[in-house]
């Protein structure tokens, strides 16, 4: 008797496939400290108002992550470890991500889900598996949150072998994870798969209500205002060829320079794009199977629905009236990806450096980030 339950038990419950991931790298940056000499107060004193990142290594990301089906019908995975992008730090373990589907049919699923969420190409992807060693600077912004939970609705469906369509339809929590009249994150997302190989569209569109730093001044609490994003790209990869390149835009950010006289962060707007590429070179190596040369330009107008203003820097305490009439961080990335085996294994040289500025920002120092990462 006991068998044959665990005979029926094992035929509707697989056993889960387990995949691991580790990211290790080291880091150094290229600047110098950007120090002003303010004699605005009785003497004169130094102040230091951007200060160089220390070299370190660091554990990238670290996970184990199980998935698999119950009765064929039933979808789960879950998700277990650090990344720096969760704020794991030391031996602190996070709940990455976790999803429980129930699957109408193969080709769709509805269910609840925390993880990565479908806001073009670049946000919907694991940050692992981006070509450059790290997403563009922008997608903090636009993003919203990372790893958010709600209910998500997903459907893959291929016309041809070409051709096909990927979509997913959210209703998520708010960054604060307040009720769903405080504040609410909701978004669609579309990828479509052309008939040409290897190349495919998408497009996105997220409509928000959170805290964007507003205070009601009747009551002194925090206003839970509406806010937009939206964004669309192209993403070609096919043989040893890949290229991809996103615009985003959006209304009501938070943390701005911009003073809220002259635009409050809920009526602030921004847009951002990137462009990538990279060809793969085979080497008919076994211990170098392939190497692959990339580069990254990516742009960022923090405040594109803003004119041109005088701005007194808070951290100077000097009253020199900056005129502020570009508002856009330009920054390039080239690097190199070593294939260590066929496919999980790389080693990893990325380049970062600001090509602009905005006239209220300081330029940030370069980085070169030294990765190797494996998984199975």
Not at 23 to 29: G, R, T
Not at 216 to 243: A, C, Q, S
Request: glycine share 8%; charged share 20%.
């Amino acid at each position: 008797m006991v068998l044959i339950f665990q005979t029926i038990l094992f035929a509707e419950f697989e056993l889960p496939e387990i995949h691991t991931n580790i990211v290790i790298q080291a880091e150094s940056y290229f600047g110098n400290n950007d120090v002003v000499q303010d004699s605005s107060w009785s003497g004169n004193f130094e102040n230091t108002i951007y200060t160089v990142p220390v070299n370190k290594f660091v554990v990238r990301s670290a996970t184990i992550e199980a998935k698999g089906m119950f009765k064929e019908k039933i979808e789960y995975n879950m998700e277990i470890g650090m990344a720096t992008c969760k704020g794991g730090l030391g031996i602190n373990i996070l709940l990455m991500e976790a999803g429980l589907f129930y699957k109408p049919y193969e080709f769709m699923k509805i269910g609840f889900m925390k993880g990565h969420i479908m806001r073009g190409f670049e946000m919907h992807d694991e940050c692992v598996e981006v070509l450059t060693a790290e997403k563009p600077y922008f997608l903090g912004a636009f993003k919203n949150q990372c790893h958010p939970t709600g209910l998500i609705f997903e459907a893959d469906y291929n016309f041809t072998e070409t051709m096909g369509f990927e979509t997913q339809i959210g209703i998520l929590n708010g960054p604060q994870e307040m009720s769903f009249d405080t504040e609410y994150d909701r978004n669609i997302g579309l990828i479509f798969r052309t008939p040409l190989p290897g190349l495919a569209i998408s497009g996105y569109f997220n409509k928000i209500k959170q805290d964007f730093g507003n205070i009601n001044p009747v009551t002194n609490e925090p206003l839970y205002e509406k806010g937009y994003r939206y964004g669309f790209g192209t993403n070609f990869d096919f043989n040893n060829i890949f290229v991809r390149g996103e615009y985003f835009a959006g209304k009501g950010f938070g943390g701005s320079l911009v003073p809220d006289s002259l635009k409050s962060a809920n009526n602030l707007k921004m847009n951002a794009f990137y462009i990538e590429g990279a060809y793969t070179i085979k080497t008919n190596s076994e211990k170098i199977p392939y190497i692959q040369p990339y580069v990254m330009y990516q742009s960022w107008n923090k405040a594109s629905n803003v004119r041109a203003f005088y701005w007194d820097n808070p951290a100077t305490f000097i009253d020199d009236n900056i005129l502020c009439k570009n508002f856009v961080s330009n920054y390039f990335t080239t690097g190199i990806t070593f294939g260590l085996d066929e496919e999980h294994t790389k080693l990893k040289f990325d380049y970062e450096f600001p090509v602009t500025a905005p006239d209220n920002e300081l330029k940030k120092a370069g980085r070169l980030i030294a990765r190797l990462q494996t998984g199975f």
